[in-house]
């Protein structure tokens, strides 16, 4: 993580120290919460909507932070008695003070983003590259200009690659993010419906997602998902300077990689005649491991390195994770949803073997724009009862997957509830032995008190 004194700090962030004596206490590393403070870390106090970072100083004062930084027309509570930094806006701060530690970094950066997979996507080339090199990533999902920010302000100096999430749900906010970063290799997993509240269409995402081009440091490489229509259909009409590389499964692909049969523990694919592994559940995997798979290639990792990279690969919590109960599974993604991510885990339920009863339990999909109940609806179609012996839906634009399935499914096969207590009660009556219960919902439909309800139920 970041160590510098203050005085330089004042430098990298265009500011002044409080009093000029101050100027040789060093910092190690920085933080914006209170709650998880530590000794010799610099407190950056944001300011947002609904807080104020900066009625936490004396706080972080008496937790050992040596220095902080404040904008310049605060008033300093008399309490406090160590130095600080005035500067025009603390989160600009934060942001300049990320790009200038980037640039004083001897650091390869990769920087990825995409409507689905980018954290998983993350996970595996952080396992893969480590075979080799000291690498180090972005957090769990610290993939905002926030985010961003202290990610790369805790790398360590001894680091030799970072990979650094970027998200999105607006344009420009990638654009800030890149030119934080300034990365050597850029990458879009993949173009969905997610965001569309603001971004409009999946060619305003493509636009959105492309800002990561600005940053991208003029020697270094463009990776894009080969097979998504979305960037095959826009990329032309922008000049790349910069080497691009596309992957797939498609033909026209520069890095192609063929999908071999899949089972309930890892998804397997080929690239010319070596054969590679991940054990991530999903056909979708094939393209989080084929772009891991180029990257390694990239940095000079041999065949062994690779595959012993991804089969340490692992998923975030509650990400297309199955987790084994008493006498049932759970197929837990209820980080979030929307409608290609969706698809990818209905037919992953649809083909995972050894379970006589297979349960969805879906909760709304949110951020989809002025198109939410028709994409909904085109969802619920999705849902095979051929596959799927019952579905259960939860939220009010979930109702639209409820009446879709009704298509499909009888109405003892498929229930629709406004309360999450009573599709609870109802899933517990269902659940038989030897039965997969897949469940999926945004963020903000919290699905996850779903699973906690079941987790030690037993059949």
């Given at each position: 993580?970041?160590?510098?004194?203050?005085?330089?700090?004042?430098?990298?962030?265009?500011?002044?120290?409080?009093?000029?004596?101050?100027?040789?206490?060093?910092?190690?590393?920085?933080?914006?919460?209170?709650?998880?403070?530590?000794?010799?870390?610099?407190?950056?106090?944001?300011?947002?909507?609904?807080?104020?970072?900066?009625?936490?100083?004396?706080?972080?004062?008496?937790?050992?932070?040596?220095?902080?930084?404040?904008?310049?027309?605060?008033?300093?509570?008399?309490?406090?008695?160590?130095?600080?930094?005035?500067?025009?806006?603390?989160?600009?701060?934060?942001?300049?003070?990320?790009?200038?530690?980037?640039?004083?970094?001897?650091?390869?950066?990769?920087?990825?983003?995409?409507?689905?997979?980018?954290?998983?996507?993350?996970?595996?080339?952080?396992?893969?590259?480590?075979?080799?090199?000291?690498?180090?990533?972005?957090?769990?999902?610290?993939?905002?200009?926030?985010?961003?920010?202290?990610?790369?302000?805790?790398?360590?100096?001894?680091?030799?690659?970072?990979?650094?999430?970027?998200?999105?749900?607006?344009?420009?906010?990638?654009?800030?993010?890149?030119?934080?970063?300034?990365?050597?290799?850029?990458?879009?997993?993949?173009?969905?419906?997610?965001?569309?509240?603001?971004?409009?269409?999946?060619?305003?995402?493509?636009?959105?997602?492309?800002?990561?081009?600005?940053?991208?440091?003029?020697?270094?490489?463009?990776?894009?998902?080969?097979?998504?229509?979305?960037?095959?259909?826009?990329?032309?009409?922008?000049?790349?300077?910069?080497?691009?590389?596309?992957?797939?499964?498609?033909?026209?692909?520069?890095?192609?990689?063929?999908?071999?049969?899949?089972?309930?523990?890892?998804?397997?694919?080929?690239?010319?005649?070596?054969?590679?592994?991940?054990?991530?559940?999903?056909?979708?995997?094939?393209?989080?491991?084929a772009l891991a798979v180029l990257i390694g290639k990239i940095f000079d990792l041999s065949f062994d390195e690779i595959n012993k990279g991804l089969s340490k690969s692992s998923n975030n919590a509650n990400r297309n994770e199955l987790v084994e109960r008493n006498g049932f599974d759970i197929l837990d993604d209820a980080y979030k949803s929307n409608p290609?991510?969706?698809?990818?885990?209905?037919?992953?339920?649809?083909?995972?073997?050894?379970?006589?009863?297979?349960?969805?339990?879906?909760?709304?999909?949110?951020?989809?724009?002025?198109?939410?109940?028709?994409?909904?609806?085109?969802?619920?179609?999705?849902?095979?009862?051929?596959?799927?012996?019952?579905?259960?839906?939860?939220?009010?634009?979930?109702?639209?997957?409820?009446?879709?399935?009704?298509?499909?499914?009888?109405?003892?096969?498929?229930?629709?509830?406004?309360?999450?207590?009573?599709?609870?009660?109802?899933?517990?009556?269902?659940?038989?032995?030897?039965?997969?219960?897949?469940?999926?919902?945004?963020?903000?439909?919290?699905?996850?008190?779903?699973?906690?309800?079941?987790?030690?139920?037993?059949?």
């Amino acid at each position: 993580m970041i160590e510098r004194c203050l005085d330089h700090i004042a430098k990298m962030v265009d500011g002044e120290i409080s009093d000029p004596k101050y100027s040789h206490i060093k910092i190690n590393g920085v933080s914006i919460d209170s709650r998880t403070i530590k000794k010799d870390s610099l407190y950056i106090p944001i300011v947002g909507e609904k807080f104020d970072g900066r009625i936490f100083i004396e706080e972080c004062q008496n937790a050992g932070a040596p220095a902080f930084l404040i904008d310049k027309n605060y008033k300093i509570p008399k309490s406090i008695n160590i130095p600080y930094i005035k500067v025009e806006d603390t989160q600009k701060a934060l942001r300049d003070l990320a790009r200038a530690y980037r640039q004083e970094l001897d650091i390869k950066i990769i920087a990825i983003t995409g409507s689905n997979g980018k954290t998983t996507s993350k996970n595996i080339i952080h396992s893969v590259l480590s075979e080799k090199y000291k690498v180090e990533k972005t957090h769990g999902n610290l993939n905002n200009e926030i985010g961003v920010p202290l990610t790369i302000l805790d790398f360590n100096e001894d680091t030799d690659i970072g990979v650094v999430e970027m998200g999105t749900d607006d344009f420009g906010e990638i654009s800030v993010l890149t030119n934080i970063a300034l990365p050597d290799m850029a990458m879009i997993t993949n173009i969905g419906d997610a965001h569309l509240l603001k971004l409009k269409s999946r060619e305003g995402i493509a636009k959105a997602k492309l800002e990561i081009l600005e940053g991208l440091k003029d020697d270094g490489k463009f990776l894009y998902n080969g097979d998504d229509e979305i960037l095959k259909k826009v990329l032309p009409s922008y000049d790349i300077k910069q080497e691009t590389i596309s992957f797939g499964i498609g033909e026209n692909v520069d890095f192609k990689v063929v999908p071999k049969e899949h089972t309930n523990t890892s998804t397997n694919f080929s690239y010319k005649d070596e054969i590679y592994s991940v054990p991530l559940l999903g056909s979708h995997q094939v393209y989080n491991g084929a772009l891991a798979v180029l990257i390694g290639k990239i940095f000079d990792l041999s065949f062994d390195e690779i595959n012993k990279g991804l089969s340490k690969s692992s998923n975030n919590a509650n990400r297309n994770e199955l987790v084994e109960r008493n006498g049932f599974d759970i197929l837990d993604d209820a980080y979030k949803s929307n409608p290609q991510s969706l698809k990818q885990g209905l037919e992953l339920a649809g083909f995972l073997d050894g379970y006589s009863n297979k349960i969805v339990v879906l909760g709304d999909m949110l951020e989809l724009g002025d198109d939410e109940l028709n994409l909904h609806y085109k969802s619920g179609l999705d849902i095979d009862p051929k596959k799927i012996n019952y579905c259960l839906f939860f939220g009010p634009l979930s109702k639209q997957m409820y009446k879709a399935s009704l298509e499909n499914f009888p109405k003892e096969r498929s229930f629709y509830f406004d309360k999450k207590d009573d599709l609870i009660d109802k899933l517990k009556l269902l659940i038989t032995k030897y039965s997969l219960v897949f469940v999926k919902g945004s963020r903000g439909v919290h699905m996850e008190e779903v699973i906690e309800a079941i987790y030690d139920f037993r059949v």
